[in-house]
């Protein structure tokens, strides 16, 4: 079993309608699938992964080795006792912002990747329109809904090495967990997979497929779409061998957006509390979620619900 692999350049020719079926059922189905002829250039894509690559070897990989997950893991090997490392993952991490600092000292670094993510961006908002269209939503509707009143979305982009583990077995690349927010654009390796979604009770491969974007689901899409798209549980093995490159962007609601079910997609809408899922200002979601972000989602909903 493999997540479907939709080429999206279809959406502009004779087979949009099944261009257009695909799309709804990666999102209805599987909360996860991949894009190919997607827009975004060979050329960038290439550039991201020279400079991803540098910047991990230049800038990060000596610093790894004294990380939190590195002594926890060496102290549990020490032990030698069963238990599994549960408070930690095997992942070097930086968050790219607008506003932020970023790397320096990689040549290249900051104009690829601020080139990326506003190329990601426009691919983010297009991908929303196809999801406004298939749920018989006005054009726009998920972009406004994110913008709120006052703010703009947010866009983030989370640039993730995972590198080779002595002991794979005995910790994760990533912990199992749904996405917070909404669209989610992944560039992930195309050698060294690792990343698996839950569906039907067992873990699936994200087989790994040369510059295609995967594109999945968050917890907000999954609430405005009341509940027709489901944001899926997915984690990142650690492996052996390896060093493998993530690249994660997040189109999410601002923090002061409101968020709940899409009015034309709840059936005899009576009351709030009849909803399956509440209304919520995202960033009181994000409170919830920052301290419950590897527990089941479904409590989550229902302690914003009490915010």
Known sequence: MAIPVIDFSKLNGEERAKTLAQISNGCEEWGFFQLVNHGVSEELLERVKKVCSEYYKLEREETFKKSTAEKLLNELVEKKNDDKLES?????????????????????????????????????????????????????????????????????????????????????????????????????????????ILKDGQWIDVQPLPNSIVINTGDQIEVLSNGRYKSVWHRVLATPDGNRRSIASFYNPSLKATISPAPQLVENFKQEEDQAYPKFVFGDYMSVYAEQKFLPKEPRFRAVKAV
């Not at 018989?136 to 913008?147: M, N, V």
């Open 88 to 196: 930690a993952d095997w992942e070097d991490v930086i968050t790219l912002l607008d506003n932020n600092e970023w790397p320096s000292q990689t040549p290249g670094f900051k104009e690829t990747m601020a080139e990326y993510r506003a190329e990601l961006k426009k691919l983010g908002v297009k991908v929303m329109e196809v999801m406004d269209e298939n749920l018989g939503l006005p054009k726009g509707y998920i972009k406004k809904a994110f913008d709120g009143e006052e703010d703009s979305a947010f866009f983030g982009t989370k640039v993730s090495h995972y590198p080779p583990c002595p002991h794979p077995e005995l910790v994760n690349g990533l912990r199992a967990h749904t996405d917070a927010g909404g669209v989610i654009l992944l560039f992930q390796d195309d050698k060294v997979g690792g990343l698996q």
